[in-house]
């Protein structure tokens, strides 16, 4: 048994130093980006067969493209071995869009990450301090162990859709700022019947703009039949129109960053979050932390869906409410359930069936203690 046990040691050894002679000791280059609006901290590690993760390299550089062509330039310098290349950003905004589009068009391979993906990876890795440079090192060492998937961008359109939606808001947002200006200027003790002119003419103007933006929409989704189609399938629901089909689909780029509906659900912020130890039991709520556009505009449909007497969200809203004893939560369960069908009923290009068996109980995620149905598969035409 020694013989056998020195002859495994020896053999290790070899592959060792024959790995060390080919130049294979490293396996893999990764590199990790933190894009903010000026700039971007890029840092370059290497990970070698024993798992090892080593920092090469790190720069700042200008978040233009001069500095996209300087941030070729610096792998160029530092990629001395002919290995695999990954590199790795978070999806900051806008910010980071110019800078992926730009390298997947020179035929690099990179990894967006949504925020709250990278924040846990690196909190789980024991970083506790936070600034762009120690980010860009964790992405890098995410990339370096884990084998992401690729990144591919979205079409052009969805990018213009998601301009339309958000000038959209931003309209009727400030149509409530003036709206309310004007009533307080209603009931003062002395009006400017100039100022009240003026700003019944900028709410009109906001108006017609507003318009102009949903004709703008409904113009690019029957131009592209892709998103026709799934406009046809998705708006069959009751309650989802055409604005709100537009920010769901703008909001998440077409679903492209999502595996599954559990991660849409968080990046919304309708993930379940409890507060429980031993005998204490506080309050279970949605952590709010995701896309508030996405939220917001749920919020009118999970209306319509109930009042409509839908029963797979009637049943979803009455069950809810009797455990918990809060309209609000109920109409909250609406919410998640939506998107969560319409999640469905895109990947699968499907149209959505109000004959759908609503007495068919099928999971939710109940480790969450998720507050929806799973939607059975192939049952939406």
Known sequence: MDHLYHEQKL???????YLKNK????LKYSIGIDVSKKDFHCCLSVI????????KSSRKLSNSPGGFKEFLAWIKQHQKEELPLRIVMEATGVYHEQLAWFLHSKGLVLSVLLPNKAKKYLQADGANSKNDSIDARGLAKIGAEKNLEPWAPGSEKLYELRQYTRQHQ?????????SNQLE???HAQFQSSEVIKQLNRTIKLLKQQVAEMEKAMEKLIKTDKFLSLHYENITAIKGINLLSFCVIVAETNGFTLFKNSASLVKYSGYDVIENQS?????????SKKGNS??????FMPAFCAVRDDQPQFKNLYERVVERTGFKMKGYVAVQKKLLVMIYHLWKNEQRYNPQLNSLEKIIALEKSRATHDKIPERTFH
């Open 48 to 55: 070698d067969i024993n798992q090892k993760v080593t920092v």
């Open 170 to 178: 931003n309209l009727k947002e400030t149509i409530n700022v003036i």
């Open 23 to 26: 130049g294979m000791m490293n």
């Open 11 to 17: 053999r290790e050894i070899i592959d060792y130093f």
């Open 278 to 286: 031993g005998k204490h039991i506080g309050k279970t709520k949605i």
């Open 293 to 298: 556009r996405i939220r917001r505009i749920l």
């Open 184 to 186: 307080a200027l209603n």
